[in-house]
C-alpha cells in the first residue's frame, strides 16, 4: 500500500515557476513507477510526466516538454514536479500516481493522491 501527498500548488502569473511535490508514505516506493497528471474544469484527467523506479527514464507530454521537469528522491520518498514557463493553458489539479508500468494512461497507476490546485493568471 501506498499513500500519497501532494503539495507546491498555487497562484502563478504566466511565466512563472512552481515546484510540486509528491511525498509518499510505503517502505516499497522507490520501486514504484511515479506519474503526475492533471485535470482542468470539465476536461479528463491527462498525462504529464512519468519517472521510472530508479529515475533514470523520464517521460513528458508534448504540451510540458521542455518547460517542466519531473525527478525524485528515493531516501525522501518524494517525487517532484518542476515546472517553468507556466501558461494558464496549465491551469488545473495536478495528482501524482504510482503504478508498476512506465504508462502515460490514467488505468495504469494504481494508487494516487488527493491533488493539488494550480491556477496561472494570466
Known amino acids: 500500500q501506498v499513500q500519497l501527498v501532494e503539495s507546491g500548488g498555487g497562484l502563478v502569473q504566466a511565466g512563472g515557476s512552481l515546484r510540486l511535490s509528491c511525498a509518499a508514505s510505503g517502505r516499497t516506493f522507490s520501486s514504484y513507477v511515479v506519474g503526475w497528471f492533471r485535470q482542468a474544469p470539465g476536461k479528463e484527467r491527462e498525462f504529464v510526466a512519468a519517472?521510472?523506479?530508479?529515475?533514470?527514464?523520464?517521460y513528458y507530454a508534448d504540451s510540458v516538454k521542455g518547460r517542466f521537469t519531473i525527478s525524485r528522491d528515493n531516501a525522501k520518498n518524494t517525487v517532484y514536479l518542476q515546472m517553468n514557463s507556466l501558461k494558464p493553458e496549465d491551469t488545473a489539479a495536478y495528482y501524482c500516481?504510482?503504478?508498476?508500468?512506465?504508462?502515460?494512461?490514467?488505468?495504469?497507476?494504481?494508487?494516487w493522491g488527493q491533488g493539488t490546485q494550480v491556477t496561472v493568471s494570466s
Open positions: 500516481a504510482a503504478g508498476t508500468r512506465e504508462r502515460d494512461n490514467v488505468r495504469d497507476y494504481d494508487y
Open positions: 519517472i521510472s523506479w530508479s529515475g533514470t527514464r523520464t
